[in-house]
């Protein structure tokens, strides 16, 4: 930063304002732009359609249009709900899904909280979100959210494990659960003395990618893993009863969620906001530079993400379970075996 | 997080924040755990003792045992809750008030409970009573440093305990099994 800039000090009450409102906006727009990008038009031109066109140039003001329409609808709810439970199912999920971006770094100094312990606080708030999903099903006094409520549950702690396993192998290469030291980890390392693009994890933890991407395809719950909110036969899931500004903080949290494990997945495997050391950028360049490096990174991955959502038909109950148990957490725990050996080793 | 309980740089024996902060949280695990008890609905007893459950990681923030803080985040509220949760909800989830809730030995979980506390708080009063907490700074924030403490003693001091543990775990999950598999 400047001369200017660095000699005003704030307060850390200011601090954390600043903070707080700046990964918020940069939270909700990159999560607006997802959707924009992703659902509203490289689904329709995958479709062979057009998309939304009419709300501004391209329908790029079609989000806007959509969130002051479910603003003004009523909100209701069963006759039967647990109200109290009922309305605070989506903010456990909501919070769940904003505490996750505090420990993502996006620059030298870009981070709300650097936590020694990040990647796991990651993990551990990211699956407090399950809980509201199971309050939403039962509060809403409805079979289909009942069930939608106990699939979502089932799937999200079956692939819960691959998750935190597969992460355990870049946790081992790197040495460190904090998310920048991974980030300077593969900025400043070398492959076989070769340093000219550093060492992206995806080179050699390329399982623990797969693993994890599959792991949090199954955790957002998009196809081929969406038995929890599977439309033809749940009609919405554990959704099926909310309207209004309650379904809006479901859909926010869905794709907000989406963005933060594409970032997480940006941050561990493919060098986060860091470009490789033997570049040479500077760390005011970072400053610039690493904010818009991880959101890049960030969109392309959960444009993977859509990219099998609207590809791949969905799992079966049993075929989701199996995959799980049966696949991806023994491949989880062979790739921390082998990890650990060539750590060791070299 | 731990930042939020970072405000005094100096050592300082009693600092006011953290100790603000934990009687809040104590009187609402407090208000929860007996809630846990004492609420009408299975469903609403789960989600008291979740709260229970996350004041006590919140205790350990404070205590600034920062990794095991995450792991009673994600063993406790993300696993143990989810599972007592998704047991009630696949065998029945009552809405509404359910009267046959009411243990007729209450009175006996009221005498252990006051066993229960009177041997722990000896047992600790006696063992620390000397001891000083200190809370203010955080020491090594944003480093490995406590994660890298704790590893060494649960691996290199107290090794064997561990792994007398794990193999109880083992034998308690396979008996689960044989027990869940009737055939």
Known sequence: MTGVLSAIELAYWQQTTIRLLAGLVA?????????????????????????????????SLQLLAEVGKWIQKEDISTKDAD???????????????????????????????????????????SSLSVIGILMAGWASANKYALMGALRAGGQLIAYELPLVLGVLGVVIQAGSLNLQDIVYAQSNGEIFGISAIGNPYILTQ?????????????????????????????????????????????????????????????TLFLGGWALPASWGFSDTAMHVIGPINVSIKAVFLVGVVFWVRFTFPRFREDQLQRLAWKGLIPLALANIVVTAILKVVF | MTGLFAAAPSAVSFDTPANIAFAVIAVVMVIAAVRV???????????????????????????????????QFLVYLGAIVVLFLFGIMLTRAPLGRS???????????????????VVIGYSLIKTYSDDKLTFGAVRNAG???????????????????????SVLLLAALIGAIVLARRD
């Open chain 1, 27 to 59: 939270v909700l727009l990159l999560t607006g732009g997802v959707v924009y990008l992703y659902l509203f038009k490289f689904v329709s031109f995958m479709q062979s359609r057009l998309g939304p066109m009419e709300a501004g140039p391209y329908g």
């Open chain 2, 99 to 117: 009267d046959d809730l009411d243990n007729d030995q209450r009175w006996m979980g009221v005498a252990v409970s006051l066993i229960l506390l």
């Open chain 1, 206 to 266: 390329f399982v623990a990618f797969a693993i994890f991407m599959i792991a949090v395809q199954a955790e957002l719950t998009q196809t081929p893993f969406d038995m929890p909110i599977a439309e033809s036969e749940l009609v919405a899931g554990y959704q099926v009863e909310y309207s209004g500004i309650r379904f809006l903080v479901y859909f926010i949290a869905e794709f907000a969620t989406a963005v933060g494990f594409a970032a997480i997945a940006s």
């Open chain 2, 37 to 71: 008890v004492t609420t009408r609905n299975v469903v609403h007893a789960a989600l008291w003792l979740m709260i229970v459950l996350g004041g006590n990681g919140l205790l350990y923030l404070l205590l600034q045992a920062e990794f095991v803080a995450m792991t």
């Open chain 1, 83 to 125: 109200k109290f439970i009922f309305g605070l199912a989506p903010a456990v999920v909501l919070v769940s899904t904003f505490l996750m971006f505090v420990v993502i770094p996006a620059g030298p100094n870009a981070v709300m909280a650097d936590l020694g312990t990040g990647i796991y606080y990651v993990l551990a708030i």
């Open chain 2, 143 to 165: 480093t490995n440093a406590q994660t890298q403490d704790l590893a060494t003693s649960i691996f290199v001091d107290y090794l064997v305990p561990f792994e007398v543990v």
